[in-house]
């Protein structure tokens, strides 16, 4: 008679003990920036060249003065 097939006891394998997680740790605060220098002043934009007013336009010419 064929034996019976015994399960092998599973032996518990002596697992490492769990490590407690490491706390994180705390995020160093960054060392402060250098302080944005300011812009140096803009020295003022030279004034534009005077715009040239228009010439007064042409009185519109009726259509009948055209040759």
Not at 13 to 40: A, G, N, S, V, Y
Not at 44 to 61: E, S
Request: proline share 40%; net charge negative.
């Amino acid at each position: 008679a064929q034996q019976p097939f015994q399960p092998q006891p599973v032996q518990p394998q002596p697992h490492q003990p769990i490590q407690p997680i490491q706390p994180i740790q705390p995020i160093q605060p960054q060392p402060p920036m250098h302080p944005i220098q300011p812009l140096p002043p803009q020295p003022p934009l030279p004034p534009m060249f005077p715009i040239q007013p228009l010439p007064p336009m042409l009185p519109d010419l009726p259509l009948e003065a055209w040759p």
